[in-house]
């Protein structure tokens, strides 16, 4: 089949491919999904990164 006589390289391919399309799903699914609560100590965080990058 398409010149690959060897299963063992189609059985890559086609791991490759299905591991693409779990991924593409799994991305899917947990698009913006924010489990993560927002602490504190990170807004603090950002408005002190910002602030230096607003001195450079």
Do not use: H, R, T
Not at 4 to 30: E, M, Q, R, T
Request: aromatic share 10%; net charge negative.
């Amino acid at each position: 089949m398409l010149g690959i006589p060897d299963p063992g390289v189609w059985l890559a391919y086609v791991l490759c491919i299905v591991s693409v399309i779990i991924c593409l799903v799994y991305g899917a699914v947990n698009w913006n999904k924010g489990d993560e609560p927002v602490y504190p100590e990170d807004m603090k965080w950002v408005k002190d990164e910002s602030q230096s990058k607003e001195e450079l």
